[in-house]
């Protein structure tokens, strides 16, 4: 249960609803405690007007109604004067107006403790989403998107049955219980002590039962997780998966996770299936016994023992059925619910590993960037990829990085965005180191386009509008000429407002690499960072991009990381990487002079350019 802790600063948060809701549970089940006493005094009547009016019999009619609650015991005074038919007509009328109180009372409990768990469902998904972007690249390269789907949907579901049903549900089951004993206490101790004698037996069971339910509540919920992964994956590699022929093997292995979940989930069904009847058995039970004891001591003239006292135990009794029966069901929840917040808690207690200094500098970035013996190891892997880097770059200045696949290239990039951390060295912007930066002034200074092109669910134009939300039409449309975009969305039937589905899917790769370009562009960064942008393009469009670059660069300090070597941008230096040092330094002309790797990259690509069909 202390995992459910977290949950006291929503309940908090909407105290009022809370509190409104528990009163109008109280008030609830003290207009409905009132039908047993009315209706025991309506037989006690009719036996009463049926026997000969004796003292004794007298005596008896009045101890049975003594113990009434005050407003029973008014309306019995009310109508105690009246005829026969008109005490049993006006106690029907009373019966009907306090059903409707009741459940007036009861509509309005439902509008205040399931709004207030609406509430709080909607609050926690907010926060866990706000949580999931705090996270570091690290955390999402070691936990896959359906795990983390799973639980912002999933679990967050199965807490809300707690924060609604199951909280409501107990406080009807204390507010009934509560009620029913007291009256039943000052009506018969005896025939108390025996319509309850079944609840230490239930008690043990909710205790054994809850106990199971728990465990298979968290191995549910973990195969769930895997279940939507592989869903998930299945979906976004669908053309992989197709073009390889996988279907068959694809649906063999969600079968197999599919399997697991449904005989985990029938065992957790079944446990419930054999709980619930047993509990009915029990309260069963509790009402034969009750009327056996009750009909004995009436029929052997035990002082008290009345027939409409036992009309009244067997009525307790049923008002007690739903909310008893009720316990494993909100036990059921509650554990449900511990094993799902127990999931989210572990994702909402991960300190991101990137995180704001205690007083971050904003800075105006002007786009002087030092690198000082710089080395990185990814955490989640160990690999080495960054070993003793150091370069100066200036203001307004066009830097290649160049090298084979593997090289360090790519994390460079990351580095100069920090979503890592280097372990040793230093990363200095303007002269303020990295992490001494407020993380969303640095980012929102410098424009990415990474190597990996993600376009979201939108239409074009507010794909290219994500890199700066107040971007005018004009601005978009610009962005996308500079990225040699513009007249190929254009001849779409929808021009820029064209929807490009999941991912981009059903744009080129060149396309969606233009587009991811774009983004980039309108920003209109002091720093710009290109990813191997253009390995999807080209050759053609590479140069009008390449062209169109050279002219928007100007002023602008920009990094271009690559495997190819471009002659179209005049660089004030190139780095040439290999297993993450730099091994070459210089301009182009200085480079080729040097006949090292730079040189026999160059040409390579000479050679592969000139083959036949190549352009």
């Known amino acids: ?84 038919k008109n005490k049993i007509f006006f106690t029907g009328i009373i019966l009907l107006v306090i059903a409707i109180i009741s459940g007036l009372f009861m509509f309005l409990m439902r509008q205040t403790i399931i709004v207030m768990s609406r509430h709080i469902e909607y609050d926690q998904k907010n926060e866990i989403f706000k949580h999931y972007q705090k996270l570091d690249t690290a955390f ?55 319509a309850l004698c079944p609840l230490p037996i239930l008690a043990l069971a909710i205790y054994f039962v809850n106990t199971i339910i728990n465990k298979k509540s968290e191995k549910i919920q973990s ?37 697991s979940y449904r005989s985990n989930a029938l065992s957790l069904a079944k446990t419930e299936a054999i709980y619930f009847p047993s509990m009915a058995l029990l309260i069963g039970l509790s009402t034969l016994i009750t009327i056996m004891v009750g009909g004995l001591d009436v029929a052997n003239g035990v002082p008290g023992a009345t027939v409409g006292k036992i009309a009244e135990f067997v009525m307790y009794i049923q008002l007690l059925t739903f909310p008893v029966s009720a316990i494993g069901w909100t036990a059921s ?24 200094d205690n007083q971050p500098v904003h800075i105006s970035l002007d786009g002087n960037i030092s690198f000082v013996h710089v080395d990185f190891t990814y955490p989640h892997t160990g690999i ?46 303007d002269g303020v180191p990295i992490n001494k930066i407020d993380l969303e002034n ?41 990225a040699s975009i513009f007249e190929e969305i254009n001849r779409f039937p929808d021009a820029f407002e064209t929807m490009v589905g999941e991912r981009g899917v059903t744009l080129s790769g060149g396309q969606k690499q233009r587009i991811s370009i774009a983004r980039a562009l309108v920003r209109e960064p002091a720093v710009v960072i290109f990813d191997d942008c253009l390995s999807a393009v080209d050759g053609k469009t590479e140069q009008e991009i390449l062209t169109s670059l050279n002219s928007y660069l100007e002023g602008r300090t920009a990094v271009i990381i690559t495997h190819r070597i471009f002659s ?42 000139k083959k036949p069909g190549k352009s």
Request: overall charge positive; cysteine-free.
């Open 1 to 84: 249960m202390t995992q459910l802790s977290t949950l006291n600063k929503y309940f908090w948060k909407y105290r009022w609803l809370f509190i409104l809701g528990i009163l109008f549970v109280v008030l609830t089940n003290y207009f409905r405690i009132l039908s047993p006493q009315l209706t025991g005094y309506v037989v006690n009547t009719v036996i009463h007007s049926i026997k000969s009016g004796t003292p004794e019999s007298i005596q008896v009619y009045n101890d049975a109604h003594s113990n009434y609650d005050l407003m029973v015991r008014k309306v019995i005074d009310q109508f105690n004067s009246q005829p026969f």
């Open 140 to 194: 999402y390269k070691t936990h896959s998107t359906g795990d983390l789907m799973n639980r912002i949907a999933e679990d967050v579901s199965r807490v809300r049955m707690y924060t609604g049903p199951a909280i409501m549900y107990f406080i009807n089951l204390a507010a009934v219980i509560g009620f029913s004993i007291y009256f039943m206490l000052r009506s018969d101790v005896k025939l108390t002590l025996v």
């Open 223 to 259: 195969l769930l997780s895997d279940l939507t992964t592989n869903a998930q994956e299945s979906y976004s590699g669908i053309r992989v998966i197709k073009s390889f022929v996988q279907e068959k093997a694809m649906l063999g292995f969600f079968d197999r996770n599919s399997e």
């Open 333 to 356: 929840m509650t554990q449900r619910a511990v094993a799902s917040q127990k999931r989210i808690n572990e994702f909402l207690h991960t300190e991101p590993a990137i995180q704001n």
């Open 384 to 429: 080495h990829a960054i070993k003793d880097f150091s370069l100066q770059i200036n203001k307004g200045e066009k830097i290649a990085i160049v090298g084979k696949t593997g090289s360090g290239k790519s994390t460079i990039a990351q580095l100069m965005l920090r979503m890592y951390d280097i372990q040793e060295g230093l990363i200095a912007y």
């Open 442 to 482: 640095l980012r929102s200074r410098i424009s990415y386009v990474p190597q990996d092109v993600f376009l979201f669910s939108d239409s074009i134009s507010n794909n290219i509008r994500f890199g700066k939300n107040e971007a005018s039409t004009e601005q978009v449309f610009n962005a996308a000429r500079q």
């Open 568 to 609: 179209l941008i005049q660089f004030d230096k190139i780095v040439v990487m290999n297993e993450g040092k730099i091994v070459e330094m210089g301009t182009h002309s200085e480079l080729l002079a040097k006949n090292g790797l730079y040189k026999s990259m160059y040409q390579r690509q000479q050679e592969q350019e």
